[in-house]
């Protein structure tokens, strides 16, 4: 096993957009609007913990290297059923940040599922309709070396 090296790599500017949606109920979603979730401001908690995420990827992804992210962004979309997110990520270094902007987007995701699972639990406490779905990498961006 082995981490790639990236010693002699130049520092590039780089960036990456990930984006994921969770599906709710419909009366979910309308408590996250209202600001009744009992667990507090869900989008805002939401867009702190991709935030951290983003930050702390090496400490979750085994092989990834430590980069000096010099920007994270988080935005979410409520829809009726859906919260679409977006992360952005950028940095000046020597290798890209894709899987910064796939852990932020999923921590996002899972950070809302988590502030209100005790409304998307059926008689059985299961969650027969929330799902996370089509986490991607939307954009990939590399500065031309000169």
């Known amino acids: 096993m082995t981490m790639v090296d990236i010693t002699k790599k130049i520092e590039t ?6 984006i994921g949606r969770l599906r ?8 996250i609007k209202r600001g009744e979730v009992r667990k507090g401001d869900v989008i805002t908690t939401a867009k702190i913990a991709g935030i951290m995420a983003a ?5 979750i992804i085994p092989l990834t290297h430590p980069i000096p992210i010099t920007g994270v962004e988080i935005d979410i979309e409520i829809g009726e059923t ?3 997110a977006r992360a952005m990520i950028k940095t000046t ?6 899987i910064e902007a796939l852990t932020a987007i999923t921590t996002t995701l899972i ?7 005790e409304y998307e639990k059926d ?3 299961q969650y027969p309709t929330t ?7 939307t954009k990939k961006t590399k500065e031309k070396q000169h």
């Open 13 to 18: 500017y780089r960036e990456a957009e990930a």
């Open 24 to 31: 709710l109920k419909r009366e979910t979603i309308e408590k």
């Open 55 to 59: 930050k702390r990827t090496p400490e």
């Open 82 to 84: 859906t919260i679409e």
């Open 93 to 98: 270094y020597k290798t890209g940040v894709e």
């Open 111 to 117: 950070t809302i599922w988590d502030m209100v699972k």
């Open 123 to 125: 008689e059985q406490g």
């Open 131 to 137: 799902a996370i779905e089509e986490i991607r990498i």
